[in-house]
């Protein structure tokens, strides 16, 4: 009876997690290169049961007592693995502001184990002077001339350096070469994960690998293309209606879960009040 009341709960606790996830999906639908996120939802291992016989079976020498008799496997509940980011490409949204940029996916090599396709980053340097990588090309210039991201990082070109501009009249190539007038200012840097799932979520649409390490050129990649888009930027990948449907479906099934806790409750009333009751 108490094994049911933990293999609901576990269920309940998987479903909430996964609405809380789906509910942050949907609040950031239209944030620029937002990547949405996915739950992986597991089965705790299978418990194998056996009964006790309590029958005695008469022997040459007396009575035997009958062993354990295998009853067969019990589910002990679920859990909420991992949550990993969905790096398909969000739909393009024109701005018309020289500052923002849209980085579209060309051909992404994917990895020879998972068959999962890499991802394109422009690269950033934080507070801490380490990169990180964004998706949102949603940029500015700050007090001195440099090209940031809203979080105030630094925007990096294909050298790992800061991109400083005189002002914001300038042009971006489909190449990502930054042209004020006739002169090549910079090329915007970019990185490629081949195994993004394994990279860190910062928040606010940035990443980070996991040991620090700066993720490679993705100029120097074999087989990588992309272009980039001046006066566009990358939409969220957030898949509106499917998340609602999501999340109504979670929600269904956590309320079926309280309902069988809640019959497990009564069932326990029961046992209590009534069956060891003493007359």
Do not use: C, W
């Amino acid at each position: 009876m108490f094994r049911g009341f933990y293999t609901v709960g576990s269920g309940m606790i998987a479903q909430q997690r996964k609405t809380e996830m789906l509910a942050n999906n949907m609040a950031n639908a239209n944030t620029p290169g937002f990547k949405a996120e996915q739950a992986s939802i597991r089965s705790f291992p299978e418990m194998y049961m056996s009964s006790i016989e309590t029958a005695r079976i008469p022997t040459a020498n007396g009575f035997q007592m009958k062993g354990l008799s295998p009853v067969g496997a019990v589910s002990t509940g679920v859990y909420m693995q991992e949550t990993l980011p969905l790096f398909i490409q969000g739909q393009l949204r024109e701005t018309e502001l020289t500052t923002d940029v849209a980085l579209v996916d060309g051909l992404l090599p994917a990895d020879g184990e998972t068959g999962i396709p890499g991802a394109i980053f422009f690269r950033l340097e934080n507070d801490g002077g380490n990169e990180v990588y964004t998706k949102n090309g949603n940029f500015t210039l700050d007090a001195n001339g440099f090209l940031t991201h809203p979080m105030g990082y630094y925007v990096l070109d294909s050298n790992g350096q800061r991109i400083a501009l005189p002002n914001d009249d300038f042009q971006i190539t489909r190449e990502g070469v930054i042209m004020a007038g006739n002169n090549a200012v910079a090329t915007i840097g970019v990185s490629f994960a081949g195994r993004p799932d394994t990279l860190l979520k910062q928040g606010n649409g940035l990443f980070a690998t996991e040991d620090g390490a700066n993720l490679p050129d993705a100029n120097g990649v074999a087989g990588v293309t992309y272009s980039m888009q001046q006066g566009y930027l990358e939409g969220s990948n957030v898949d509106a209606a499917r998340t609602m449907t999501d999340m109504l479906t979670a929600y269904r099934a956590f309320e079926a879960n309280q309902k069988i806790l809640q019959a497990y409750d009564r069932s326990m009333e029961k046992a209590v009040t009534e069956i060891g009751r003493v007359n």
